[in-house]
């Protein structure tokens, strides 16, 4: 618990420090004790607060809404990708340039949030006919499909419109380089809110993985509880995907990594995946500026070659955990 | 411990079922308060389908399941769940749990969205252990223990629910013979000493004639026969029931049967 806090405070203070120009350590002191700094260094140092910021919050989000998606389905590879999120936003990020003429990255952000939700709530919706409503299988199943749908008719449309596949490209992605408080803020409220669910459905996370009849027989609605969790990871892997573009892995291995240490308790998986999730996406980003120099690599990239060993190492020398 | 009291479970005219398919047909049934009752019956003959309806898993297609004189459906759940418990065929343990995480989860009913476990629910867990014989086993972890060790740890956080009727779905499948028999006395003490009411579905006669003050006898959907032991353990009922061709002995001549099916054609 401490050592992820010390992570935590590592994992902020180097994003902020190191880039293409890196900062000295008496540079960012002087800076947080209001001591006066060159202009140039303090622009910087402006700039990459807020950029740590978004890895931080979209790294908890991410992190958060596979923690929820693990546990509500009893999937070791529930990550948020299973309900469609992922190519629900992306399908509509290629269909509003397509057709509705659409440019700017504020824009995206609007279009994949929509994409993210409606094809999460069709999945959900689908996978819920028939008997026992949506279980995993049926969710896991549902999902898969409709991705592989949207997704061929992504390419299709990509294929047509060739300037999309420009825009699409650098959407697909994630990047936190971006990052403004303008755009932080219609952002974060469905985030706190969306973690603000799963925080309270912790419980209820650890009654799901006894299985849904134990868990009726526990006193549970299991079918009300679950719709609400959906709608949680839904706000936030949405959310978290509107504002960097589609970061893969996260999601699955952050509470992983968490149920290896700490084991499988949702009361703590939940709080700590999100610590987690933030640290990895900080050091991603971190990493993805010094890597390639003098260019950035995004952190949708740079999130994988980081966290799979990471992963690796925990999976083969930590007492591996399934759910 | 905390006593059981007797509650009254009553099913009238109640029809179960999923979808257009109707499993459970106009059943009524009075289960007796206090008592082991036994639910026997054929493979895919109801009695998992009509554990699921009075455990409140299924809805009643027709008809009403009564506790108390109340619907059981206008319970709100969680009070529900301290007066009923129900421990399903397979429950599944998340893998590193340990035995008394496990059991404290029974406590789930009793406690607040974020409040710690309450002296209350310690003593119900440590209770729950002793009775089920799993308090050495407390700081395992569920999953390296035995098909045995796991059922008895299983039914200490039913237990740990403290409620006064508990359901059990085939509790002692995958079990071998002497593992059953112990199970099964287990919940035989648990019933006198705490007063619990107890429903279970079992597939082996000869066990569930022996545990059981009160069989129910199934066949597609509808209750055949009901009563004590001796009255439904009759050969007549078995070849009708379970197409079954056995002859019961009574060899103490106290009530306790035994039933023995015939030997094979040419092998006598």
Redesign the interface.
Known sequence: MLTLLLLFGLAVVASVLIGTRTIGVGVFADFLLKRPVPDMEAAIIDQRLVRTLWAATIGAALALAGAGMQGVT?NPLGDPGILGVNSGAAFAVVFGIAFLGMESPASFAILAFVGAAVTSVLVYALASI??DGATPVKLALMGAAISAGLGSFTSAFILQFSDALDSLRMWQLGTVAGASMENFFPGIFMLIAGALILV?SS?TI??F???D??A??????VALKRFIIFIGITLLCGTATSMTGPIAFLGLMAPHAL?ALV???YRLIIPLSAVFGAVLLMVADTVGRVIMPPEEVQVGVTMVLVGVPVFLYLVRFQ?A??? | MKTAQHRQLTLNNVSLG??AKTIVKDLSLEIPAGQMTAIIGANGCGKSTLL?GI???LKPENGEILLDGKSIHSYP??????T?????Q?????????VA?LVS??R??Y?G?FKRNSAEDDEAVAWALQATHTMDLAEKQVTELSGGQRQRVWIAMALA?ETDILLLDEPTTYLDLAHQVELLDLLCELNEERGTTMVMVLHELNLAARAAHHLVAMRDGVIESAGTPAEVMTSENLRSIFGLRASVHDPADDGSIVIVPDAREGRR
């Open positions: 009893r028939g008997r309270f419980k650890n009654n993985a006894l299985g009849d134990m009726a027989s526990l006193g549970e609605n149920r084991g499988p308790d007492k955990v399934d759910l | 999923y979808g699921r455990s409140k898993l759940s969680k009070e529900f769940a301290r009923v418990g129900l421990l399903p397979a429950p599944i343990a998340p893998d590193g749990i340990t995480d989860r029974g789930f009913p406690q969205l629910q």
